[in-house]
T-cell receptor, first 111, second 114 residues
C-alpha cells in the first residue's frame, strides 16, 4: 500500500526566504506526482504535476522535482511571500488511478 | 468553465438522517472522484468513476455510503443513516484521461452530524 510522508509538518519563515518542502513515497510505481495548495476552509488548488518520466516542473516561483527511484519529491518556493501561506499537499497517482495524499506541510510566511 | 461545483457548501444534520452531497464535474472530464478529509486521517479517496461507471469503491467506509453518477455532469454521494463520525469535509474532483492530467477539486462540502 502506497504511503506518502511530508516533512516538515509545519514551517514558518520570514518573507523573502527560499524554502524547500519534502515529500517521500514508498512505492515507486507511480504515474505522476502532484503538488497542491490548500487555504483554510477551501478546496485544493493544483500547483504542479510531474509525470513519472519527468524530473522537474516549474511554474513561476515554484519548482518541483521528482526522483522516482528514491521515492522523493521536493517543492522549492523562491522568494516567499505572505500570500504563499497555506498548507501544501503532495499526492502520488498509482496504477489504480488513485491519488494518495501526504498529510501536508503548513507554511507560514511572516511579513 | 466554472470549475467543479459542489452543493451544499455546508450541511448540519442530526444523527440518523439521510445526507446527499452533489457534484458537477468540469465539462468534458471523464473521471470523477469523491474524497473525504478529516484531521485524523487526512484526505482519503472514497470512490471514483470513469465515464459514469464506478471503478473502485474500496474506500467507501461502510454500506451506509453510496455514490451514483447518472450522467456525465452530475454525481451524488449519499450517507444513510448518518453518524457523528461521518463529520468531515467531502471533496469532489474531476480530470481527463489517465496519468498525464491534473485532478481539479471542488470547494468541498463541510458536513457536521450532531
Amino acid at each position: 500500500k502506497q504511503e506518502v510522508t511530508q516533512i516538515p509538518a509545519a514551517l514558518s519563515v520570514p518573507e523573502g526566504e527560499n524554502l524547500v518542502l519534502n515529500c517521500s513515497f514508498t512505492d515507486s510505481a507511480i504515474y505522476n506526482l502532484q503538488w497542491f495548495r490548500q487555504d483554510p476552509g477551501k478546496g485544493l488548488t493544483s500547483l504542479l504535476l510531474i509525470q513519472s518520466s519527468q524530473r522537474e516542473q516549474t511554474s513561476g516561483r515554484l519548482n518541483a522535482s521528482l526522483d522516482k527511484s528514491s521515492g522523493r519529491s521536493t517543492l522549492y518556493i523562491a522568494a516567499s511571500q505572505p500570500g504563499d501561506s497555506a498548507t501544501y499537499l503532495c499526492a502520488v497517482e498509482g496504477s489504480a488511478r488513485q491519488l494518495t495524499f501526504g498529510s501536508g506541510t503548513q507554511l507560514t510566511v511572516l511579513p | 468553465d466554472a470549475g467543479v461545483i459542489q452543493s451544499p457548501r455546508h450541511e448540519v444534520t442530526e444523527m440518523g438522517q439521510e445526507v446527499t452531497l452533489r457534484c458537477k464535474p468540469i465539462s468534458g472530464h471523464d473521471y470523477l472522484f469523491w474524497y473525504r478529509q478529516t484531521m485524523m486521517r487526512g484526505l482519503e479517496l472514497l470512490i471514483y468513476f470513469n465515464n459514469n461507471v464506478p471503478i473502485d469503491d474500496s474506500g467507501m467506509p461502510e454500506d451506509r455510503f453510496s455514490a451514483k453518477m447518472p450522467n456525465a455532469s452530475f454525481s451524488t454521494l449519499k450517507i444513510q443513516p448518518s453518524e457523528p463520525r461521518d463529520s468531515a469535509v467531502y471533496f469532489c474532483a474531476s480530470s481527463f484521461g489517465t496519468g498525464t492530467y491534473e485532478q481539479y477539486f471542488g470547494p468541498g462540502t463541510r458536513l457536521t452530524v450532531t
